[in-house]
């Protein structure tokens, strides 16, 4: 379902409680993505359950070549990939990443592992070194390390993920430099990245407190509109 119908959704079942038409979309969405994370977390961070692909989405990221000291990345090469744009914000987990895929977007032989930035920093050391390895940092930005010179090819990543806010993807396009290239989210024509019973059950949550809220606004204006007529009697 998409995030228009959803706010449709929300502000025709509000119509039996309230006549407030300066309800802001905005507020509705903040609420929708506050308790998505709820439920998402709670639902992920548990071993045995697996990421459903439906709440995830995958964005397109170009590269430049940042010197390694600079970046305090403490690997044997002068130079290393790093995405030029921060990724969105992740939800937070305690168990896992909330990353599920890094990836190139050419045809390469190697494929990336996506790991720690300590595990890919120690990668040098390793019997493993000739891989590419991807990592987050702090600074939110993906680096890409590796002795292979297959890495010199790579001009755009894939990152797929279970993001905080959905919309923060709409900076982000489907691909890097096409010409088809199109946002990767859109309120009007993208499904919401959430299971359909968790959509209707915030749905429902969100409702119940909107209309509560309604319901405390109008008591306290009715109780203020009968003390002043009591004030005007005396």
Known sequence: MTLDLIIYDVREQLKQYT???????RYIIHLYNLKRAKYLRQDLNNYQRTT??????????????????????????????RTKEKI???????????????????????????????????SQFSPFHN??????????????ISKLPEINMIEC?????IFANPLDVRNFKTCCGCDDAIPCFDIATTDYPLQPHYIDLIKAEIVQELARAAGFHEDKENDADNDEESSNKR
Not at 52 to 80: H, K, L, P, R
Not at 157 to 161: A, D, F, K, P
Request: charged share 20%.
């Open 19 to 25: 006549t407030d038409s300066e309800l802001d979309d």
């Open 52 to 81: 459903d692909i439906s709440v995830t989405q995958t964005i397109c990221m170009e590269t430049e070549i940042v010197n390694a000291n600079e970046c305090n990345v403490d690997y044997d090469c002068g130079m290393i990939l």
């Open 88 to 122: 969105p914000v992740p939800i937070e987990l305690h168990i896992k990443s909330a990353l599920t895929a890094v990836k190139p977007t050419t045809r390469l032989s190697v494929p990336f592992n996506f790991t720690t930035k300590q595990r890919a920093i120690y």
């Open 131 to 144: 891989a590419i390895f991807a990592f987050l940092d702090n600074d939110m930005h993906i680096y890409i």
């Open 157 to 161: 990543i894939s990152v797929t993920g």
